[in-house]
């Protein structure tokens, strides 16, 4: 976007209430490229030490531990489950219900003294994970969405619809069958794969008018396609992962396309097998979220890009065929949509049934 566009942005912006669309950060092609060959170095290597939002590892042993996939729009308009992940954590296939809300506040205007408004996303998902042959497993997720927003005058925006569906598919290149004679008790796991996001839910541009957040929609309008990988290692009760997957986005039918999302985390945890058959799994970890800029028409739209850093906590319990869990995340340091959108918090609770 060149001076003379962004000049006519800013000036389209105010009593006509134009659109204001605003996302975030593009991390370079190639400093994903080399963090993704670092990370397999790292993982073939098995000198691995850290840990993941990402999907569950295919550990066959009474521990099991605890990871989750990042992934979401910067609000989680998209419903893919604001880096709160694909599974639950535990080692299990699942059908199950999860809640998930996540507390944003964003500027009502383009100035740095603009009021703020205070945005809630709310969502609710359907969620599995099925097991496909020995090495794939398939996790699909179908969300439904109420947000609400208030404004500095007080008055309310709701939005209610389903959000958009993701299906993803992984392949386990390494699982601890494979690595038991030489690694002795250290159980190892590497998976990669990738998935679709599906524009199942309503993109409305006319929600965008007189705000800076672009993500408070019921969906993306987009197809979006993810790529990913895994790796995973314990030692008796203890564990840890590491994960990096990557979002491409693409434009939708109004022709607004949210940036590229680049995704990473790391977590450790520790299982405990109290008496009645129950297992409960502490975790703690980091996770990150870098995006780029958003594109309307083909011109990049201003202060969408941006990136924050999260501290994990969560809890997870197994008893018989059925889990329960809680996690959390809060910003430890973010810039997003150059100061404009901050998060707040971001918590999930989930039920599920193993099959």
């Given amino acids: 976007m060149n001076d003379f566009q962004n000049i006519r942005q800013h000036r389209e912006l105010t009593p006509e209430k134009q659109e204001r669309s605003t996302t975030l950060l593009l991390v370079p092609q190639e400093i994903c490229f080399l963090l993704f060959l670092f990370f397999l170095g790292s993982t073939t290597s098995m000198r691995a030490h850290t840990l993941s939002d990402s999907i569950p590892s295919p550990f066959a042993t009474a521990f099991r531990p605890a990871k989750a996939f990042l992934m979401c729009d910067v609000c989680g308009c998209s419903g893919n489950g ?70 500095a005058d007080k008055s309310d925006q709701h939005l209610t619809g389903m959000g958009d569906m993701t299906v993803m598919g992984f392949y386990k290149l390494l699982k601890p069958a494979d690595t038991m004679e030489t690694s002795g008790k250290l159980r190892h796991t590497l998976q990669v794969g990738g998935g679709i996001k599906l524009p199942t839910g309503n993109y409305d541009r006319s929600n965008n008018e007189g705000s800076v957040n672009p993500s408070f929609q019921a969906g993306t309008g987009s197809w979006d396609y993810i790529i990913g990988t895994d790796y995973a290692v314990t030692l008796g009760n203890w564990g840890a992962s590491a994960m990096l997957n990557y979002t491409f986005k693409t434009e939708n039918n109004e022709h607004y396309q949210f940036g590229n999302q680049f995704n990473y985390g790391i977590q450790v945890f520790r299982s405990f097998s109290v008496p009645d058959n129950v297992t409960i799994t502490p975790i ?12 309307q028409y083909g011109q990049a739209v201003a202060n969408t ?32 949509n150059n100061g404009k959108v901050e998060v707040k918090n971001r918590l999930s609770v989930y039920v599920n049934f193993n099959i």
Wanted: charged fraction near 20%; aromatic fraction near 14%; avoid cysteine.
């Fill in 82 to 151: 604001g880096s709160m992940g694909y599974s639950t954590g535990l080692d299990n296939n699942f059908i199950g219900l999860r809640y998930i809300t996540q507390q944003y506040r964003s500027r009502d205007g383009i100035f740095n003294n603009s009021p703020w408004v205070d945005e809630n996303f709310n969502t609710i998902q359907a969620w599995g994970r099925v097991p496909v042959g020995r090495r794939v497993v398939v996790h699909a997720m179908v969300p439904y969405h109420f947000h609400n927003r208030t404004f």
């Fill in 284 to 295: 703690l970890g980091v996770a990150g979220e870098v995006y780029a800029e958003n594109e």
């Fill in 305 to 336: 890009e941006g990136d924050v850093f999260f501290g994990k906590w969560g809890i997870e319990a197994a008893y018989k065929k059925w889990s329960l869990g809680v996690m959390g995340m809060l910003p430890v340091n973010q810039n997003l």
